[in-house]
Each structure stands twice: as structure tokens, then as C-alpha cells.
């Protein structure tokens, strides 16, 4: 069975961190770009950072840059979400997702244009004192 399984949520004050994992299953995910993104209160999801298959490109939500890290190991078929300096609007369901098309051809309109092929679960995050 193809699934993304993600996991590494939790609570969390506010300045802390936390590492989400993604972990595909039944599938390589080395040849597809990869992507993370957030749903707060059932309202759309929003992206939060993406990863192109090679590792080579990169784009993360303006909101996010300088304190999320997004990596991947396709020997491991993971990809990761280092997210630093928390605060209460980082909060939410953090989704991994997976496209076949290379991230070049969304370029930085990612957000609005990705399809995705593969959803997982989603991970729990929350920020609080």
C-alpha cells in the first residue's frame, strides 16, 4: 500500500522546536518533489516548505524562512521538517505531500499550483505556553 506516514508533531512553548518526519511507504519517493503544508481550523491547507527530488531547489513560506529547514533522505525515502523558534502561528496539521512534477516547473508559485499525488495523515503541532 502507497502512504506517507509523518509523525514528530506535539506541544511545544513558544521559541521551541520540533523535527517532523515524513516516511514514505510502498513507494521511492526520490524521484518526486516533496512538500509540507499546514491546515489550521479546517480552512485551507497553506504550504509551508518544498524540496525538489535532487535536493537542489528549495522554497519555504515567507512566514517560515530563516527559522524551517526542510531536508530529504531518499536513501532512507524520508523527508524532514526542522522547525525552530516556534511560535503560536506555526501552529496546526502538518501534512507531507508528494508531486510528480519537478518543483522547477511550479517555480515560486509552488503554493498555489502544486497537485498533489500523495497526502499523509497529517502530524499535530501545537504552540503554547
Known amino acids: 500500500q502507497e502512504q506517507f506516514v509523518e509523525s514528530g508533531g506535539g506541544l511545544v512553548q513558544p521559541g521551541g522546536s520540533l523535527r517532523l518526519s515524513c516516511v514514505a511507504s510502498?513507494?521511492?519517493?526520490?524521484?518526486?518533489?516533496i512538500a509540507w503544508f499546514r491546515q489550521v481550523d479546517g480552512r485551507r491547507r497553506e504550504g509551508v516548505s518544498a524540496i525538489g527530488r535532487d535536493n537542489e531547489l528549495k522554497y519555504y513560506a515567507d512566514s517560515v524562512k530563516g527559522r524551517f529547514t526542510i531536508s530529504r533522505d531518499n536513501a532512507q525515502n524520508a523527508v524532514y521538517l526542522q522547525m525552530n523558534n516556534l511560535t503560536p502561528e506555526d501552529a496546526g496539521v502538518y501534512y507531507c505531500?508528494?508531486?510528480?512534477?519537478?518543483?522547477?516547473?511550479?517555480?515560486?508559485?509552488?503554493?498555489?499550483?502544486?497537485?498533489?499525488?500523495?497526502w499523509g495523515r497529517g502530524t499535530q503541532v501545537t504552540v503554547s505556553s
Open positions: 505531500s508528494a508531486t510528480s512534477h519537478p518543483l522547477s516547473v511550479y517555480g515560486p508559485r509552488w503554493r498555489e499550483m502544486w497537485q498533489g499525488a500523495y
Open positions: 510502498g513507494f521511492r519517493m526520490g524521484r518526486l518533489a
